[in-house]
Nanobody, 123 residues
Framework: QVQLVESGGGLVQAGWSLRLSCVAS????????MAWYRQAPGNQRELVAA???????DYADSVKGRFTISRDNAKNTVYLQMDSLKPEDTAVYYC?????????????????WGKGTLVTVSS
């Protein structure tokens, strides 16, 4: 079982920055993909950024040039640096991991989700 805990959300003004963190815990040897999704009120959950081992990060067009995803594999942690925030970035941000090799051997091709952290950007 994998648990994900996000932190770093809050209320900021437009143009400010926030850094989200997500720590994955459990019997984890390695993780293939770590990602951030978000869901605004009345909208579907959407991919913000994803980072798969050995590949360049992927970003939603709406955040390219403003958000940066990074990961620390030794700490099973993924970050999302959000700069030049806009009111339309307001949403609950969810951490997601996919593809976990456990320390006991099995590989889980499963999506795991955090509970989310709220980011509110005022104009």
């Amino acid at each position: 079982q994998v648990q994900l805990v996000e932190s770093g959300g809050g209320l900021v003004q437009a143009g400010w920055s926030l850094r989200l963190s997500c720590v994955a815990s459990g019997r984890i040897n390695s993780i293939d993909t770590m990602a951030w999704y978000r869901q605004a009120p009345g909208n579907q959950r959407e991919l913000v950024a994803a980072m798969t081992s050995g590949r360049s990060p992927d970003y939603a067009d709406s955040v390219k040039g403003r958000f940066t995803i990074s990961r620390d594999n030794a700490k099973n942690t993924v970050y999302l640096q959000m700069d030049s925030l806009k009111p339309e970035d307001t949403a609950v941000y969810y951490c997601n991991v996919f593809g976990v090799l456990s320390t006991q051997g099995p590989y889980y091709a499963t999506n795991y989700w955090g509970k989310g952290t709220l980011v509110t950007v005022s104009s």
